[in-house]
C-alpha cells in the first residue's frame, strides 16, 4: 500500500497537471471539459476539507453546496457555480470557477498552515472581492472578545455527539480554528485566547498564524475545571481598564461543563452585573460541547434565571450543543455579537 507521502506527491502532481484556462473576466467558458487525472476521490477529500461538496468526482462539476463557517463559505463561491479547474500548493486548493459566462478564481485553505506562505500578511484577497459575510463579521472587532477553551481530559472523550465521531477537543480546535480563518480579514488584532481546566492560561492578541503553534503545545489534561476563576479575571480587568470608550466585553467559554469546581457561576456573573452600566456591556456566552445534562441545566439555568436571582442585567447566554453542531462556531459567536451588544454610547467608567 502506498505511503501517506507517496499518496500525497501523486495528489498534487495529478491536480498541478490539470489542464489551464484562463481567467480573465471577460474570457468564456472553456469548451471542453477540464480532466483530473490521479485519484478522483482526492479532489473530494479536499474540497470537503475547505467546505464546499461538487456534485460529482471528476471536473467540470458544480458546486452543490458550501457548509457555514468554512474557507470556502468566505471565499466568494456560491452554490450553483461551476468549477472548471483545481491545482493545489502549499494547502492551497485553488479552483477556476465559471459564473454566468465569467471566470474567476478562489482560493481555498485546506490546512491553515499553508495560508501563511502564501499570504504573508495575513489578508487573504479574492477575485470576487468581499465575501459577503464580511459585514457581519466586522461586528466582531466592535467588541473586546475573549474565546475560552476547555481543555480539561474530559475533552479528549469521542462519543460525543460530535460530527464525525470526533473528540470534543478535536471538533473544538477545528471551529476555532475556522473563527480565526474568517476573521483574518477584519480583525488585525486577534482574539484574547484562554484555556483553562483547573488552572488558566491567557494569551492576548492571538492570530491565525500563532493558533497553530498555540494547540500543537497544548492537549487536554486535568480531571478538575474551574470555569469561575478565568471568567472572573477576565471581568475584574474589563472593569478596572474600563473607560468612556471601551468596547463591550464578550467572553465566549466553550466547555462540556463537566466536573467544574471553584466559585459558583452565578455569583461571579451576578457580582459582575452589578458593575455594569447598561444591558450588552458584558456578555458570557456559554457554548455546550457534548450531551452533557448537567451542563445543560447549569447554563440554561444562568441564561433564564440569572436577574430573578439578583443580577443588575442580563449578562449569560447559552447555546445548546444542538444548535452549536448545526450553525458552527462562527454563527454563534456573530449572532451573539449582533443580537445583545449595541456599541457603547454611554458608558461610565466607575468600578
Known sequence: MPSKDAKLTALAVALLSLSTTSVRAADKPAQRPVKLYGEINDLAILSSAAGLKLSKNNL????????????????????????????????????TVDRKGKQYQAKLATDVKGLRAEF??????????????????????????????????????????CPGDLTKWIWCKQQV?????????????????????DTFQVRKGVTLWELKDFFARTKPDGTRKNISSPIASILDDYFKSRTLTSKPCVIIVLTDGT?????????????????????GEVIVAFMQIGESLHAEELFDDLDRNLQAKGARFQIAQYKPFSELRNKGLVWEVVS????????????RASN
Open 120 to 161: 504573508e500578511h495575513r489578508k487573504v484577497k479574492y477575485s470576487f472581492g468581499n465575501s459577503p459575510f464580511d459585514n457581519q463579521l466586522k461586528t466582531i472587532a466592535n467588541c473586546d472578545v475573549t474565546i475560552m477553551l476547555d481543555r480539561c481530559a474530559t475533552m479528549a472523550d469521542n462519543h460525543a455527539g
Open 60 to 95: 467540470p462539476a458544480k458546486v452543490d453546496r458550501i457548509a457555514l463557517g468554512s474557507a470556502a463559505s468566505f471565499s466568494g463561491l456560491r452554490a450553483g457555480d461551476q468549477v472548471l479547474n483545481a491545482e493545489i500548493s502549499d494547502n492551497l486548493l485553488t479552483l
Open 336 to 347: 451573539t455579537i449582533t443580537e445583545t451588544t449595541p456599541p457603547p454610547k454611554t458608558a
Open 259 to 279: 466536573q467544574n469546581v471553584g466559585e459558583p457561576l452565578q455569583d461571579i456573573l451576578i457580582e459582575a452585573s452589578k458593575r455594569m452600566t447598561r444591558q
Open 177 to 197: 480554528d475556522n473563527l480565526f480563518l474568517a476573521t483574518n480579514r477584519v480583525l488585525d488584532d486577534g482574539f484574547r485566547l484562554v484555556l483553562f481546566n
